[in-house]
């Protein structure tokens, strides 16, 4: 039986753009700077939210949108995405519409996500219904993908300004997504895993951003049990993932990291030198 899919446009546009600037001798320079692009969702031709956005993956962001602010529960529920750019508008139609959806919308949280994110409904109260497996994480592992990431990062490289994301098994990076906003991101990836039917019981998810509540709820649901990131930890991060049992690692490069949650689910089996370790 063949996985469902529903019709998707193809409407990816490139992450830069080119500009010129002057720098501090008055030369004139040329660049590229991150591609902002104000994107607006329909869902059955209601106004939901607008999300500024690369413009990469606007169709998976949009459908992990919809998948982690729980709008839709199951893929076949969705008939098509069609994202049109001279519009600037993603158009969701549905079977057979969404039940409850006014009452979703009254109810909303504006998060700390670059640009100011927002969680309808009552997600956080949701989490409680989350069920993580059993995870276990070693210290080899996490410099192992940690070496891997370095040779990502493509858009942030050549213009700045955004945030990366990734899908991973172990060491092994399955998928890479960068936007103006790691919430974005996070939904890009989502949207793919919905879309392929892929399971996140065995997957690491790291961003190259902070570790909010925002995205501790997110990989929650997306039932990926280990979170990594370069950057820092929230103080409601830390809470939500010890409640629902996400390892969680912070400040995590080169040799250097700290597990904020699940230690004891850490496996040390890479201890740095005393010479690196005394030189971080």
């Known amino acids: 039986m063949l996985h ?3 019709q998707l446009t193809e ?5 830069a753009s080119p500009v010129t600037a002057m720098d501090e001798r008055g030369r004139i320079r040329e660049g590229l700077v991150a591609a902002e692009r104000p994107l607006t969702v329909y869902l059955d ?3 939901l939210v607008t999300l500024m956005t690369l413009g990469t993956a606007p169709e998976l962001l949009v459908l992990g949108w919809l998948r982690n602010q729980r ?5 076949d529920q969705i008939l098509a995405i ?10 969701v139609t549905t079977r057979t519409g969404v039940e409850g959806l006014e009452a979703r919308l009254a109810k909303r949280t504006v998060t700390t996500g670059c640009g100011q994110g927002t969680l309808f409904g009552s997600l956080l109260e949701d989490l409680e219904r989350i069920q ?3 995870a276990l994480f070693s210290q080899n592992a996490l410099y192992r993908l940690l070496e891997a990431l370095r040779h990502h990062n493509r858009v942030y490289r050549r213009a700045g300004a955004v945030h990366g994301c990734a899908l991973c098994r172990e060491e092994q990076i399955l998928v890479f997504i960068e936007d103006v906003g790691r919430h974005n991101a996070v939904d890009a990836i989502a949207g793919h895993m919905w879309l392929e039917g892929i399971d ?16 501790v709820i997110k990989v929650a649901q997306m039932g990926i049990p280990v979170l990594v990131s370069r950057s820092g930890v929230t103080r ?25 949650n699940g230690a004891d689910r850490m496996v040390l089996d890479a201890l740095p030198t005393r010479e690196a370790a005394g030189g971080r």
């Open 4 to 6: 469902y899919r529903p």
């Open 11 to 15: 409407a990816a546009l490139e992450a």
């Open 45 to 47: 031709k209601r106004e």
């Open 71 to 75: 709008m839709i529960a199951a893929l």
């Open 82 to 91: 069609q994202v049109d750019w001279e519009t600037e508008s993603a158009a």
């Open 132 to 134: 993580l497996p059993p």
């Open 200 to 215: 996140g019981g065995d997957k690491v998810f790291y961003t190259t951003g902070r570790l909010t509540s925002e995205m």
């Open 236 to 260: 409601m991060g830390l809470e939500l993932a010890r409640k629902v049992g996400v390892i969680l690692i912070a400040r995590a490069k080169g040799e250097h990291f700290l597990v904020y």
